[in-house]
């Protein structure tokens, strides 16, 4: 499914950004190494950077623990767990993506979820000083913790957080027309519905946005939903 991208360049005061209940960690390492001021390469380290892919700008979500109903509360196993998906994240992508919208519930919603998600955004450079800011459904969200694994062997970042189960569950909404093209994607929706065994509307949102403001003048917007449906 295609992610809604937004690159905006703009003047403004980041001093109002600056007091902002947002609290931005940095994990990890940058393995960047500089050259010699002739500009040769001087060791293997600035060969191993230029042959580097860069990371893709998208936005994955994950069930605690890969499991819906997870009530653990257990910080260590979850901790190794996220840290594993973050390297996996980081080697293969933002794969089995409750984003992708092929759940098991009606036209791939996720059916009966009721546990905490962690989302991870690929961001092409690596972040330091930026002003993150999240929304639900359009509204900010504030209380978040930021955090940022910057990769080994890739050029970029991934911010990611949890998005806990009572904040995410208030904050969900109906589908609309205006939803669909974000939900499936750049499809048909009418072909898509002739073949759909539910109406495209059925179910619910949440609308996720995360913004990544620059000290240059520049952010990024990455927006995807989180589709449910409930049932026996």
């Known amino acids: ?7 905006s360049f703009y003047i403004i005061v980041f001093a109002s950004c600056n007091n902002s209940n947002h609290t931005t960690i940095i994990e990890g ?4 190494t500089s050259s010699s001021d002739s500009g040769e390469l001087d060791s293997k380290s600035d060969l191993n950077l230029l042959i580097q892919d860069t990371l893709p700008l998208n936005l994955g979500c994950y069930y605690k623990l890969d499991d819906k109903y997870s009530e653990s509360e257990d910080s260590s196993e979850i901790g190794i767990w996220w840290r594993n998906k973050l390297i996996q994240f980081e080697q293969h992508g933002f794969q089995n993506n409750l984003f992708d919208n092929r759940g098991g ?5 996720e059916w009966n979820s009721s546990t905490d998600l962690y989302i991870a955004a690929s961001i092409d450079k690596i972040i330091e ?6 929304e639900l459904n359009k509204k900010k969200i504030t209380g978040v913790i930021f955090k940022t694994y910057i990769p080994k062997n890739k050029i970029g970042s ?6 806990p189960k009572d ?3 208030t904050h969900l909404r109906k589908i609309n027309a205006n939803d669909l093209k974000g939900i499936y ?14 109406p495209l509307e059925i179910g619910w949102i949440v609308e996720v946005t995360l913004t990544i403001h620059s000290s240059k003048n520049s952010s990024i917007t990455l927006t995807d939903f989180f589709h449910l449906a409930y049932g026996e």
């Open 158 to 163: 991934i911010v990611h957080f949890k998005l």
């Open 29 to 32: 390492k940058s393995n960047v």
């Open 167 to 169: 904040l995410w569950e």
């Open 185 to 198: 994607g750049n499809v048909n929706l009418d072909s898509l519905r002739k073949s759909s065994s539910a």
């Open 1 to 7: 499914m295609k992610k809604r991208i937004l690159y």
């Open 129 to 134: 000083d930026e002003t993150i800011e999240l």
């Open 105 to 109: 519930g009606p036209n791939g919603a």
